[in-house]
Nanobody, 122 residues
Framework: QVHLVESGGGLVQAGGSLRLSCAAS????????MGWFRQAPGKAREFVAA??????DYADSVKGRFTISRDTAKNTLYLQMNNLKPEDTAVYSC?????????????????WGQGTQVTVSS
């Protein structure tokens, strides 16, 4: 079993930055099979960013503004979010998957954190 806990959310003005963290515990995860998703009010959960065994990938809406990274020693996943926009307002969740194939869909992931709220004011 893998337990994920996010932190770092909050209220920020448009153009500001936040760094989200996701601390993983329990069974060690091999390679970089982790990602970030978000869910805005009244909308479905959507892909934000993911790490695979050989690269990172991002949703078009955040490309160039968000950066996903991982500190293996701390077993922590990060999402650095710069130049935030009001449309980035959502609950952000980290997730981990057992297989390193598809990674852009919620069904690809086996473990989820509880989420952290990010609110961007205009």
């Amino acid at each position: 079993q893998v337990h994920l806990v996010e932190s770092g959310g909050g209220l920020v003005q448009a153009g500001g930055s936040l760094r989200l963290s996701c601390a993983a515990s329990g069974r060690p995860l091999g390679r970089n099979r982790m990602g970030w998703f978000r869910q805005a009010p009244g909308k479905a959960r959507e892909f934000v960013a993911a790490m695979t065994y050989n690269r990172m990938d991002y949703a078009d809406s955040v490309k160039g503004r968000f950066t996903i990274s991982r500190d293996t020693a701390k077993n922590t996943l990060y999402l650095q979010m710069n130049n935030l926009k009001p449309e980035d307002t959502a609950v952000y969740s980290c997730a981990a998957r057992e297989w390193d194939s598809s990674y852009r869909f919620t069904g690809d992931y086996d473990y989820w954190g509880q989420g952290t709220q990010v609110t961007v004011s205009s």
